[in-house]
């Protein structure tokens, strides 16, 4: 007989998850902009799109759950996609590759934060697909020579 108990949301769970919501919307309008107005890989943004989206759902139903405040985060309202590209080729995977970059440290130690383990595993899994995003962004730039691997360390021998 299992009895269900509800653990109640710690502060630095509550901080980390509104944190991760505002990040997460705001990568959303970086990403619908890059795949209306991008030539590049689309596959790549419209994934990790979906994911956000999925994610930001997960925090709305944790926090309505424990009747907290939604944040509003970064809308629709704070992007003109029909504004011009104002930089150069292949931008957009740089800009996906250093939010990777980001994220890999910051979920990880969110996870490190959380003590429920519903928050713990969220975490962790952000944690795998900002390192699968840093996987796939790092290897269309290499493939496309936009950046270049740093010097190789010679022989001692």
């Given at each position: 007989m299992s009895t269900s108990k509800h653990i109640p949301i710690t502060s630095?769970?509550?901080?980390?998850?509104?944190?991760?919501?505002?990040e997460k919307t705001m990568i959303m309008r970086f990403l619908e902009y890059f795949l209306e107005n991008d030539e590049n890989d689309q596959q790549i943004f419209q994934l990790h799109y979906n994911r956000a989206v999925e994610s930001v759902e997960l925090i709305k139903n944790i926090f309505q759950h424990e009747g907290a405040a939604?944040?509003?985060?970064?809308?629709?309202?704070?992007?003109?996609?029909?504004?011009?590209?104002l930089y150069d080729y292949m931008f957009d995977v740089m800009y996906l590759?250093?939010?990777?970059?980001?994220?890999?440290?910051?979920?990880s130690l969110y996870s490190n934060m959380s003590y429920r383990k519903d928050i713990r595993h969220f975490f962790k899994r952000l944690t795998a697909e900002a390192q699968e995003a840093y996987d796939q962004s790092t290897h269309l730039l290499l493939e496309t020579g936009v950046i270049s691997r740093p010097p190789y360390v010679s022989s001692c021998i």
């Open positions: 630095t769970e509550l901080a980390t998850l509104w944190t991760t919501y505002q939604i944040p509003i985060g970064f809308t629709e309202n704070d992007v003109n996609k029909g504004a011009p590209k590759r250093l939010m990777a970059q980001i994220e890999t440290g910051l979920f």
